[in-house]
């Protein structure tokens, strides 16, 4: 199972921090898991300005700066270890710029969520991997994809 690194305690956010998942970490008792941070994969420093991907499919920092190659370089760091280690799915940070899955900040730095996934997200979507975030595992502690007709 991939796991975004931050939910398992590495400290790997663009604040320096990390965010653990007591639910994301129940899951060691029965999976292998994989931490990967795409952002730190892409080439991106911790800590790093917060960034927000807009709806024509760039990544920016609130200065405006243009970080959309270093997250898709992330992203394919991700599916690729996926890929090579037969990754039965992804439990990834909600609604970060790369992790987010369903639903993220809509790009204009100002609180706004919207229905989309991350870079990283998208891409294991993409690749044909069932993804959800740790608030998708609160309280049942269940994978979605596992449960009948979910
Ligand atoms: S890119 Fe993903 S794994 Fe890395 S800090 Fe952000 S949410 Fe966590």
Do not use: Q
Request: net charge negative; charged share 15%.
């Amino acid at each position: 199972m991939l796991v975004s690194a931050c939910l398992l305690g590495v400290a790997c956010n663009h604040r320096g921090g990390s965010s653990p998942s007591t639910s994301v970490t129940a899951l060691a008792a029965d999976h292998r898991l994989l931490p990967v941070c795409p952002e730190v994969a892409g080439g991106l420093p911790t800590p790093r300005p917060a960034a927000e991907l807009t709806a024509e499919g760039r990544v920016g920092t609130a200065d405006g700066t243009d970080v959309t190659d270093l997250y898709r370089r992330g992203a394919e760091h991700a599916v690729a270890v996926a890929v090579a280690a037969g990754a039965a799915g992804a439990v990834l940070k909600a609604r970060s710029p790369s992790c987010g899955c369903h639903r993220i900040y809509d790009g204009t730095h100002t609180r706004v969520l919207v229905d989309g996934d991350g870079v990283t997200a998208a891409a294991l979507r993409a690749a044909g991997l069932p993804i959800c975030s740790e608030e998708d595992l609160e309280g049942s502690g269940v994978l979605p994809w596992t449960v009948p007709g979910a």
